[in-house]
């Protein structure tokens, strides 16, 4: 059986962050919150889908983030550039799959 979590932009007293780079962490951090629950590692990912908004800018950001998160780890990976998310103030949203324990 496989679990999908799919998180985006965060809202902050009901405003999401504009800044890539906090979203893009925050993402992350809620995968891997959302994997601890079952008992499942970030390493346990084998896809991930990343939907930006930002273009080129956001990339760097997402990499950072999925470093800090993920390691060394390295699952099947798609990034898509949309010209925007269902809340035109998300910058960053993110699918990612994993076998559940």
């Excluded at 908004?53 to 470093?67: F, I, L, M």
Aim: hydrophobic share 40%; with cysteine; aromatic share 6%.
């Amino acid at each position: 059986m496989y679990f999908k979590i799919r998180t985006q932009t965060p809202r902050r007293r009901g405003r999401s962050t504009h800044a890539v780079e906090v979203p893009a962490g925050q993402v992350y951090a809620n995968i891997t919150a959302v994997l601890a629950s079952p008992g499942a590692l970030p390493s346990s990912i084998i896809k991930v889908t990343t939907f930006l908004t930002e273009g080129d800018d956001g990339t760097d950001c997402v990499h950072q983030a999925r470093a800090k998160y993920l390691g060394e780890h390295r699952p099947a990976s798609t990034a898509v550039f949309v010209s925007r998310l269902v809340d035109q103030s998300w910058k960053t949203e993110i699918d990612a799959v994993a076998p559940l324990p």
